[in-house]
């Protein structure tokens, strides 16, 4: 049997504490790919960068993703996202994206998460699919928080139903214990602080790098999964403006 892929979607709370974080994961990324080679076949990278505020009582947000900023959800979530690229094999590609990526306002990670989650994956028959959030504060912290917990059992359901192992490293709390309920996720407690700074990103790249290349793919066919528990399929796209309410 030849050796399985890997999409990895790295989810990064761009919030203004950030920067450190981003610009540790830019200097050691191959760090992560080097456990895998030999083990695994192409490793594609994708990306959610997500940050909010708040403007005249509405939530604003700013995504990025490999295929552009916010407006790049829309064919996401409109069936045209084969004529984008929401992944990358080329690592130079995605070490460019998170030099660019500004870091502003507050988070939601949940979201984020959400987000990743709806990323156009290879085959889970053949491929490993990964995402690997990055926070410096809990996942109770940032804009809409009761909305965000309230749906972390649906994301579980949801990381289950696509066939996904999870990777985080973020404080510990409540929900971050409830969130590595899913199947074969790693959370990493990790000391918050500015941009994750006091963590060793070589080490850590490093040990998901390993804890990739041995892990099995998750056994069988992914099944159908609710897109957008968020209700971001529905956000009015060209300004990234969203009046945070849920449409569903």
């Known amino acids: 049997m030849s050796a399985p892929n890997v999409d990895l979607v790295l989810v990064l709370d761009a919030s203004d504490s950030m920067r450190p974080c981003i610009d540790q994961l830019r200097r050691h990324l191959r760090e992560l790919i080097k456990p895998m080679q030999g083990y695994v076949g192409k490793i594609r990278f994708g990306l959610v960068s997500l940050s909010a505020s708040s403007a005249d009582g509405a939530q604003v947000f700013k995504v990025n993703t490999?295929?552009?900023?916010?407006?790049?959800?829309?064919?996401?979530?409109?069936?045209?996202?084969?004529q984008y690229e929401f992944f990358t094999e080329d690592p130079d590609k995605m070490i460019r994206t998170?030099?660019?990526?500004?870091?502003?306002?507050?988070?939601?990670n949940l979201l984020a998460l959400d987000i990743a989650l709806d990323h156009p994956f290879g085959p889970s028959s053949t491929t490993k699919r990964i995402v690997a959030m990055f926070s410096d504060e809990p996942l109770e912290a940032g804009v809409d928080r009761a909305s965000g917990v309230?749906?972390?059992?649906?994301?579980?359901?949801?990381?289950?139903k696509r066939r996904v192992k999870l990777f985080c490293a973020m404080p510990y709390s409540d929900a971050a214990q409830r969130l590595?309920?899913?199947n074969g996720s790693e959370v990493e407690a990790v000391d918050g602080g500015p941009g994750l700074s006091s963590v060793n990103f070589k080490a850590l790249l490093t040990q998901m790098g390993?804890?990739?290349?041995?892990?099995?793919?998750?056994?069988?066919?992914?099944?159908?999964?609710?897109?957008?528990?968020?209700?971001?399929?529905?956000?009015?796209?060209?300004?990234?403006?969203?009046?945070?309410?849920?449409?569903?």
Do not use: C
């Not at 309230?150 to 289950?160: N, P």
């Not at 804890?211 to 060209?238: H, T």
């Open 98 to 108: 998170l030099e660019q990526i500004e870091v502003t306002g507050d988070e939601h």
């Open 150 to 160: 309230s749906r972390i059992q649906a994301l579980i359901d949801k990381v289950h």
């Open 210 to 248: 390993k804890s990739i290349s041995v892990s099995a793919l998750q056994g069988g066919l992914a099944d159908e999964a609710p897109a957008a528990l968020f209700g971001q399929d529905r956000w009015q796209f060209g300004d990234f403006g969203w009046n945070g309410q849920d449409a569903r």
């Open 66 to 82: 490999l295929a552009g900023g916010t407006e790049s959800l829309q064919p996401l979530y409109a069936g045209a996202r084969g």
């Open 180 to 182: 590595s309920e899913a």
